[in-house]
């Protein structure tokens, strides 16, 4: 069914049929030609079973002319031909008082309600109103986002079966979760390729490419949902590419993985299809993805078009032929191909570097946000019709989350984050040491892993989690006193649970990084492994405890007094258990982001330098 067709017999507006209830303050659905709708409060009494409707409601006689009662009827709104479904918002008719609204408008000049249009009469019993879960759902963010979080809103609209005929799905096997779960964080990758498909777009090169991974964000949203993480992935980071199974119109077949390859790659090449995308960023970050979704250049267009504009901010006149963005210095309203021309530029900010522009992306998507959260866009039906053509039109996601109703639940879960708490951050890099002229990056395991780690751990990059601050109290209640040079500490390390070679990376890291020579890999526990890491210390050295404990990041749970005192050069224990990440990543996760991470807030505006 055409996304505009109801009422076109009519010619109806479609969205004149969102009607603004007084009462409430809420746009309603009209699916009939009534001047007024109903009031659903009547007198005790009214509207007994088996009563006729009128007014606002019409009855239906069943097909063999016998006539139906409320109870058996139903709305006589149009028919989706396509579908045969009733195009009725679900809930809405009979769940709250509400004050007389008015009628729909009609296209066609001079054309109004009815004028014999009957008063309301007594009708069904009032039902118990229900607390609507879906306003929270409404659309919160943008870019690829957006197709999420339209979801939330759409099972307001009767053209529920339209917008699933939208949406192209992928079957990626068990490259994710198997889905995303309400009580679990969530982890969606979004993918922007580099295909030149769709109208206007053959000029911008590579006419021909089957598209790559070009910009790749990992939207992370913890367990209890108050806090979210976007992590950039850089396209010409050089990592590992794991065989990927896809499925194609032959069967199932593995695709060969790539060592030391470019991460775009991951994608469209050699038959790579998202899941083998998917596949790349676990196995880089650690954390599961559950599924993804995926743009092409249409989709900057149609929903920077949809929501009316994005408006960004320039620190400086900008004039970039290459992506074809021309504006003037300070703040502009932008959409269609000129929001497309900043998302692409690359040499009008900063270095001219793939970073730059994953920083202005993240600037575009934040202001993308704060517009969808607006009540400009959620108040607009016009908006939001709008905007739920565009977005199932121009993404495509795996068919776990292949319908509106899967969609709607999970936009229902992402739409509980504050934007405040959205922060955008990049993958931490280093120039690649292999090349002379620099052209790609590797990552900066240093603050990647503890960046991995708060992420695992649902720590906020804005923190505003509590239970985090209280960790930090502990932690510094904890190291109180004298702490030990490190050249002074002494320890033996043994592995009674974390990865395989845990302890040698660990000495590695205590002698190379943190200056602590004194201290011996002793390989493997010979006791069973641990769930936790211990540190073991005698009363005289709790000055090297705290000095360990501060390096490592290790809880106060995780440190083990002993009742007498160590003799002549005996060493502490260190066991590493179940709960150890890596060399340099402290166990509790750590309270705030590693030096330097990149940052960009969703509810803050910067401007592009």
């Known amino acids: 069914m055409d996304a505009h067709s109801r009422g076109q017999a009519d010619e109806i507006d479609p969205a004149d049929q969102w009607v603004l209830n007084p009462q409430t ?4 659905l009209r699916l009939d030609h009534s001047t007024g709708q109903p009031p659903s409060s009547r007198p005790r009494g009214a509207g007994r079973r088996g009563a006729p409707q009128q007014g606002g409601r019409r009855t239906a006689a069943p097909r063999d002319g016998a006539a139906r009662t409320p109870s058996e009827g139903r709305s006589t709104a149009p028919r989706d031909k396509a579908t045969g479904t009733r195009a009725e918002a679900s809930g809405t008719r009979a769940e709250r008082p509400r004050a007389d609204v008015p009628g729909q408008r009609s296209r066609r000049a001079g054309k109004g309600p009815a004028a014999d249009t009957a008063p309301a009469a007594a009708g069904r019993r009032k039902r118990k109103a229900k607390k609507s879960g879906k306003k929270k759902a409404l659309v919160w963010t943008g870019g690829a986002l957006a197709f999420v979080l339209v979801a939330g809103s759409v099972g307001a609209y009767a053209y529920y079966q339209h917008l699933n005929s939208n949406i192209d799905k992928i079957d990626v096997g068990n490259a994710g979760s198997g889905g995303f779960k309400k009580d679990q964080a969530i982890n969606i990758l979004l993918i922007g390729t580099d295909k030149r498909t769709g ?10 490419s089957v598209g790559h991974a070009d910009t790749n964000l990992l939207f992370h949203v913890s367990k209890d949902r108050t806090n979210a993480t976007v992590l950039s992935i850089p396209r010409d980071l050089i990592t590992d590419i794991p065989d990927c199974e896809t499925k194609t119109a032959e069967g199932t077949k593995v695709i060969p993985g790539a060592s030391q390859a470019h991460f775009n790659t991951s994608l469209g090449q050699n038959g790579r299809d998202p899941g083998c995308t998917m596949r790349t960023v676990t196995e880089l970050t650690g954390l ?12 900057v267009k149609t ?5 009316g504009g994005v408006e960004v901010c320039v620190a400086k006149d900008v004039d970039d032929p290459k992506s074809h963005l021309k504006l003037s210095k300070g703040t502009h309203t932008i959409e269609g191909e000129q929001a497309l021309a900043f998302v692409r530029t690359r040499h009008a900010f900063g270095t001219g570097s793939d970073l730059t522009r994953i ?3 993240q600037q575009f998507l934040s202001s993308m946000i704060r517009k969808m959260k607006s009540g400009d866009t959620l108040t607009n039906p016009k908006k939001l019709f709008a905007l739920a053509e565009a977005a199932t039109k121009a993404l495509t996601v795996d068919t776990g989350i292949g319908d509106i109703q899967k969609l709607s639940d ?32 590797v990552v900066n395991e240093a603050k990647a892993k503890p960046l991995f780690a708060m992420m695992q751990s649902d720590t906020s990059l804005t923190e505003v989690k509590k239970k985090e601050q209280a960790a930090k109290s502990k932690q510094e209640e904890l190291l109180k006193g004298p702490k030990a040079a490190p050249e002074d ?8 649970g974390g ?5 040698q990376e660990t000495l590695a890291w205590l002698q190379n990084e943190e200056g602590v020579p004194r201290s011996t890999n002793k390989g493997n526990s010979p006791g069973a492994d641990l769930p936790r890491t211990t540190l073991e210390y005698a009363p005289n050295q709790a000055d090297q405890a705290r000095a360990l404990a501060d390096m490592m990041g290790l809880p106060a749970a995780a440190l083990k007094p002993g009742t007498e005192d160590a003799e002549g050069l005996q060493a502490m224990t260190l066991t590493l258990g179940a709960d150890f990440k890596g060399a340099g990543v402290p166990i509790t996760g750590p309270a705030k982001a590693p030096e330097g991470v990149q940052k960009v807030e969703a509810d803050k505006q910067v401007c592009a330098k």
Do not use: C, W
């Open 25 to 28: 303050g809420n746009y309603e």
């Open 199 to 208: 109208s206007g777009n053959e000029g911008y090169g590579d006419a021909g």
């Open 288 to 299: 599961t993805v559950d599924h993804f979704m995926m743009a092409d250049f249409n989709a």
């Open 303 to 307: 929903l920077s078009t949809a929501v």
């Open 359 to 361: 920083e202005t992306q």
């Open 410 to 441: 999970l936009a229902t879960e992402l739409a509980k984050v504050d934007a405040k708490n959205i922060t955008f951050t990049t993958l931490p890099v280093l120039d690649n040491p292999a090349e002379v002229v620099k052209a790609t990056v």
């Open 489 to 496: 500490v002494r320890v033996d390390v043994y592995n009674g």
């Open 499 to 503: 990865p395989q070679g845990s302890a």
